[in-house]
């Protein structure tokens, strides 16, 4: 019995624009955060704030945004 798991889309270049522009995460910190995300098999937005990449109040900008869009 072979099992298929759930993969995490890559992050699209609108939501990394936003993370850079409108949140002044520096490029570092979103490629940081890509790749760990992609190492983990989890959301971008998650895995930065649980790295201390982003704070509390930007990961509510972030997913307010995601839901917009």
């Known amino acids: 019995m072979t099992?298929?798991?759930?993969l995490i889309h890559p992050p699209?270049?609108?939501?990394?624009?936003?993370i850079i522009d409108k949140l002044g995460v520096s490029q570092s910190a979103?490629?940081?955060g890509i790749k760990?995300?992609?190492l983990e098999n989890?959301?971008?937005p998650i895995v930065?704030?649980?790295?201390?990449?982003?704070?509390i109040s930007q990961l509510n900008i972030i997913l307010l945004?995601?839901?917009?869009?």
């Open 3 to 6: 099992s298929k798991m759930n």
């Open 12 to 18: 699209s270049d609108e939501l990394c624009n936003f």
């Open 30 to 32: 979103l490629e940081l």
């Open 36 to 38: 760990r995300c992609s």
């Open 42 to 44: 989890s959301p971008l």
């Open 48 to 55: 930065m704030w649980s790295y201390g990449l982003i704070t």
């Open 65 to 69: 945004w995601l839901k917009d869009n």
